[in-house]
């Protein structure tokens, strides 16, 4: 007969398997806008001049310079990329295409030379193409995710001022995706995901909720159409640019599932569903939406219980419908059975989710119950408002609060929706600048909704959350950077003194490495030699 011990051990293991299975590791990616402008021929000498003209330095430079001037302070380590486990051509399909078919774009596993910096809370700070990007740590809450998705704001903002001053000329970054004539860039989520959950049911009932969703996450656009050919507004500044339903791509033939099979973990347990038809959210309460949102939604695909056949006829068209439909009423066809506008299939949604988490309640923290109750009601708040009255959300979702926005200097002035005032309100509302972000204006005056304080932020950038191996991540780079020669998501590469090779020390698993775990051992070693004593013991 066992023991109360054994019992209560058995117990213990039991309530700790749950609560990983119930844990979603993700992360948000976003690649900013990038321009610069020179001091023109009537600007004086040695001092900036309003007469500033468009700067002819190629983007590809522009953002190495950004991201090595962020990259000099104490605030992060240039190091190398780490791209030993990196599989950007593997397809969750079963192939793997080679490198002389990949468009150029696809090949992500090399730096070109370009600047790399691993940041002090465990994020990384490179150049995407011809994109800075700042990628988040590992974070399993979705109030974490809107912290560290801010903290990348924070940085970029840094980084465009440090970059302005040594360079001579005006650097201005924007949190936008589109740069309003063909071109558009990246805001993509990431999901640790099991292996186990058949790749097709992901495909066939997480489709629709992407497509749909946009009511809530779109950051709103002036402009309809891939190069903004038609005047108007829409909701997401993304739908435009998506050709296909499923596909490897990310930069051209842009898929609504992307299938990538990178998964930057034990590749025998979890796969990471790279999520790019996301928007650049500002409004923290849209991103909080976003991925709390889309993290629930996946916990009811691998269990097996939506239960609804959400499957759409021409989901890529149904992407823009949705996005040109400001009025949200307009109808999207299924396969099987009958129409339902975007709130119809975002109702459908969140009742799943609510059934999901009455049956697994029991199995998370109590901090988890309370942020899960919390998105609940925020997303159905949501949707009543924007079935009674859509402008009711202007302090809380990106695109009504910009909208409202346009709106105003619409009616003040009498301007049409091709009046080209109205491109550079839009591009205003996304620059990082405090001093210029129109969005920034708002919230100073109250006018958005937060969910975290600028000490929070502050924090973010700085130190790396506790409850995932970006700890590790982020500590090592702050007390041995200059020790670490590369990192990856899954490894970081250390050169130690006393030991002849370099020595990489895998992080396959990402809710390994937290504070709980490794903070004491960090805190008392003051050598890469102490560390790698300790770990060995």
Not at 469 to 480: I, Q
Not at 487 to 496: C, K, L, N, P
């Amino acid at each position: 007969m066992a023991s109360t011990a054994d019992r209560d051990d058995s117990a213990a293991a039991s309530s700790e398997i749950a609560a990983r299975l119930n844990t979603r590791v993700m992360g948000i990616e976003t690649e900013y806008g990038i321009s610069a402008l020179s001091p023109g021929p009537s600007a004086i000498p040695g001092a900036f001049s309003s007469a500033f003209v468009e700067d002819d330095l190629h983007p590809m430079q522009l953002s190495n310079h950004v991201v090595k001037a962020y990259g000099a302070s104490a605030a992060g380590q240039p190091a190398g990329w780490d791209y030993e486990t990196e599989t950007p051509l593997r397809d969750i399909r079963g192939y793997e295409i080679s490198r002389a078919a990949a468009h150029p774009d696809q090949l992500t596993d090399t730096d070109l030379g370009m600047a790399n910096v691993i940041l002090t809370n465990g994020a990384r700070l490179y150049v995407d193409h011809a994109h800075p990007e700042y990628s988040s740590p590992e974070v399993t809450c979705a109030l974490d995710a809107v912290r560290y998705d801010k903290a990348g704001e924070a940085v970029m903002a840094i980084a465009a001022q440090r970059a302005t001053q040594s360079l001579g000329r005006s650097v201005r970054l924007y949190k936008n995706n589109t740069d309003g004539k063909g071109a558009s860039y990246g805001t993509h989520e990431n999901y640790l995901l099991q292996r186990s959950t058949p790749f097709d049911r992901i495909v066939t009932q997480f489709t629709a909720f992407l497509v749909s969703r946009q009511v809530i996450t779109g950051a709103g656009r002036v402009g309809v159409g891939q190069s903004s050919q038609t005047p108007g507004f829409q909701i997401s500044q993304r739908a435009d640019f998506f050709e296909a339903e499923v596909g490897l791509e990310t930069t051209l033939n842009r898929p609504i599932i992307n299938t990538r099979d990178e998964p930057h973990a034990d590749a025998s347990r979890h796969r990471r569903l790279h999520v790019i038809t996301g928007d650049a959210n500002l409004s923290e309460i849209s991103t909080y939406l976003k991925v709390g949102t889309a993290a629930w939604v996946l916990r009811v695909i691998e269990a097996g219980e939506l239960g609804t056949d959400v499957r759409l006829d021409g989901p890529v068209a149904a992407m823009r419908t949705v996005s040109h439909d400001l009025l949200v009423r307009e109808p999207l066809y299924l396969l099987e059975g009958p129409s339902m506008t975007a709130l119809d299939l975002q109702e459908v949604y969140l009742e799943a989710c609510r059934n999901h988490y009455e049956r697994i309640a029991g199995d998370l923290t109590e901090t988890a119950r309370i942020e899960a109750k919390d998105i609940f009601s925020r997303w159905q708040d949501c949707l009543d408002a924007l079935r009674a009255d859509i402008f009711s959300l202007a302090d809380q979702l990106d695109w009504v609060a910009k909208l409202k926005l346009l709106e105003s200097y619409r009616q003040r002035d009498g301007l049409s929706w091709s009046a080209p005032k109205l491109a550079l309100i839009d591009l205003q509302y996304a620059d990082v600048d405090p001093r210029r972000s129109l969005y920034r204006a708002l919230l100073t005056n109250g006018k958005m909704r937060r969910l975290v304080t600028d000490e929070e932020i502050e924090r973010a950038r700085n130190s790396p959350p506790d409850d995932t191996r970006a700890y590790f991540r982020g500590r090592v780079m702050e007390k041995f950077g200059s020790s670490v020669v590369a990192a990856s998501w899954d490894s970081v590469i250390f050169d130690v003194p006393d030991r002849p090779a370099l020595q990489r020390l895998p992080l396959l698993d990402p809710l390994r490495g937290t504070r709980e775990q490794v903070g004491q051992m960090l805190d008392e070693c003051n050598s890469v030699t102490e560390l790698f004593a300790a770990l060995g013991r």
